[in-house]
C-alpha cells in the first residue's frame, strides 16, 4: 500500500496576488435604459426566448453599493464590469457628465472594497443613434467608436486597472450577423467577415489610443489593455478521421485565434471566457450539422444545453500559452436551476485551472459569470447564472450554496480540500521522478478518501 502521505489534504494554493472576481455587463444588470439597440430589439415579440424585456433587470444601477458588498463578502479582489456607452453619449456627440459621475462612484466603490476594476469599454450593446448610422458597418463606425474610448479613458482612466477594449468579438459576429438572433439581425457570411475584420481594426486602435491616453513614462506607469474573447474547446468524435480532425484545427483557429492574430502586438494580457466544449463529428455541410448532440448521450448540460466539460479549460490555457501573455479567465460560469452543478463546475474548473497553473501557464485571475441572475440576452430570464437568485417583486439578492462554495475559495486563495467533495475525491501523488526499472502503482493499490 502507497504511503499515506501521498493523500493531500491542504489547500492547493494559487499564486500571491492571484485576483478572484465577479464579471458583470451594464445592459444585463443595470436596468432602466432604452438608449441602445437591445432595448428597441427586445420590444419585437418572437426575438427574446421567454417574450420578456430587459426593463428594471436587477436594478444593479441603484444598488450597486449592496451588490459590491456581497463582492467583498465573496473574498474577492477584483471586480469586471462594463459602461453603457448609451448613457454616456445617449445623443451623437453629447456627452452625459451625470453618467460619467455615476460611473466613476461605482469605480471608488469598487476600490474602496480592494477590488481592483477590469472595466469593459463595449459590450454587445450600442446606443441608438449609433445603429441608426448602421453600427460596425458604418463608415463611420471606428472613428465614433475610438472618440468614444478616448472620452471614457479620460475621464474614467485614473479608477481602473485592466481594460478590456470589448467583450466576445466573435459572438457578437456570430449572434448579430450569422445567426441574426440578435441585433442587427443579419445572415450574411461576407457582411459578418467585413464586420469581424473591422472589430479587429477598433480593438487595435482603441489599444493605441488607451496607451496614448493613460501611459505616463514620467510615473513610469502604462495602462493593461486587452480583450475578453470567447474560446471553446472542441476535439473530433472520431479520433482516426483525418477529415475531422483538420476540421478540429480549422474551427480552432476560426473561433480562438483568428482574432488575436489579427491583432497580434495589441495585448498586455490575453482574456478568455470559457463556456463552451464541442465534439466535431463530421466536418461537412452545413456547419449545424458538425457537432454531436450531447444530450444524446445523457452528458451533463446546463440548462440551455451546454456541455458542462471543466477539463476543456485546461487545454484552451495550454493552447494559448503560445502567446507568452498573462492569461485572466474573465468569465465562467453556467445556466442552471440546479445549483449543485454550478458548484460543481467551480470546482471543477478552478481545479484544472490549478493543474494548468503547475504546468507553467501564467493565469492571475478568475471572474465567475455572475454575481446574480439577470437578463440572458435573447434567452431572456431564462438562464440562471448567478451565484445569488433574485426575489421578483423585491429584487434582493438570496445567496445560493454555490455563492458559500466561491467564497471559501476565494477566502483561501485555492482550493480547500474538503471542496474536492464536489467533484469526487481524488487521490493526488507529489510529482516524482520514476528511478529506472521502477513501475508505477496501479491506481487501485492506492487508499481511497
Given at each position: ?153 479620460r475621464r474614467l482612466g485614473d479608477q481602473v486597472d485592466f481594460w478590456c477594449t470589448m467583450n466576445e468579438p466573435n459572438v457578437y459576429v456570430s449572434q448579430g450577423y450569422l445567426s441574426g438572433a440578435w441585433p442587427p439581425g443579419v445572415k450574411a457570411i461576407v457582411r459578418s467577415q467585413l464586420v469581424a475584420l473591422k472589430l479587429a481594426k477598433a480593438h ?246
Open positions: 500500500m502507497s504511503d499515506p502521505a501521498y493523500h493531500r489534504h491542504e489547500t492547493r494554493h494559487f499564486p500571491p496576488g492571484f485576483l478572484w472576481g465577479i464579471a458583470t455587463a451594464a445592459h444585463q444588470v443595470e436596468g432602466g435604459n432604452d438608449k441602445n439597440d437591445w432595448s428597441r430589439w427586445e420590444r419585437v415579440p418572437g426575438r427574446i426566448q421567454d417574450g420578456s424585456v430587459s426593463g428594471l433587470v436587477i436594478d444593479h444601477w441603484h444598488r450597486y453599493e449592496a451588490d459590491l458588498d456581497l463582492c467583498q463578502e465573496l473574498g474577492n479582489n477584483a471586480h469586471r464590469l462594463s459602461v453603457e456607452w448609451s448613457r454616456l453619449e445617449p445623443e451623437e456627440g453629447r456627452w452625459d457628465g451625470e453618467s460619467f459621475l455615476h460611473y466613476a462612484d461605482v469605480l471608488r466603490a469598487a476600490h474602496a472594497r480592494g477590488l481592483k476594476v477590469m472595466l469593459t469599454i463595449w459590450h454587445f450593446t450600442l446606443p441608438t443613434w449609433f445603429a441608426d448610422l448602421g453600427g460596425w458597418e458604418s463608415p463611420r463606425a471606428l472613428e465614433l467608436y475610438i472618440r468614444f474610448v478616448r472620452e471614457v479613458a487595435r486602435l482603441a489599444y493605441r489610443a488607451l496607451h496614448e491616453e493613460l501611459d505616463s513614462p514620467e510615473q513610469a506607469f502604462r495602462a493593461q489593455v486587452g480583450l475578453a474573447q470567447n474560446v471553446l474547446s472542441i476535439e473530433a468524435y472520431d479520433q482516426h478521421s483525418v477529415l475531422d480532425w483538420i476540421g478540429v484545427q480549422v474551427i480552432d483557429f476560426w473561433w480562438n485565434h483568428l482574432y488575436h492574430t489579427l491583432t497580434r502586438g495589441c495585448h498586455d494580457f490575453l482574456g478568455l471566457n470559457y463556456y463552451f466544449h464541442f465534439r466535431l463529428k463530421r466536418f461537412n455541410w452545413p456547419p449545424t450539422s458538425f457537432f454531436v448532440e450531447v444530450r444524446r448521450e445523457r452528458r451533463d448540460t446546463s440548462d440551455v444545453g451546454w456541455e458542462l466539460n471543466p477539463a476543456g479549460i485546461f487545454r484552451v490555457l495550454k493552447d494559448f500559452e503560445r502567446y507568452h501573455l498573462p492569461i485572466y479567465i474573465t468569465e465562467n460560469g453556467l445556466p442552471s436551476q440546479n445549483d449543485d452543478r454550478r458548484k460543481r463546475l467551480i470546482v471543477a474548473t478552478l481545479k484544472e485551472t490549478y493543474h494548468a497553473i503547475n504546468s507553467g501557464v501564467d493565469v492571475r485571475g478568475y471572474f465567475f459569470w455572475s454575481l446574480a441572475d439577470n437578463f440572458e440576452w435573447e434567452k431572456g430570464y431564462v438562464a440562471k447564472f448567478g451565484l445569488c437568485a433574485i426575489e421578483p417583486v423585491t429584487l434582493n439578492r438570496i445567496p445560493r450554496g454555490s455563492f458559500s462554495v466561491y467564497r471559501e475559495i476565494c477566502r483561501a486563495n485555492g482550493l480547500p480540500h474538503e471542496m474536492l467533495r464536489y467533484i469526487g475525491h481524488a487521490v493526488d501523488q507529489p510529482y516524482e521522478p520514476l528511478a529506472t526499472g521502477v513501475h508505477a502503482q496501479p491506481d487501485d493499490e492506492h487508499p481511497k478518501p
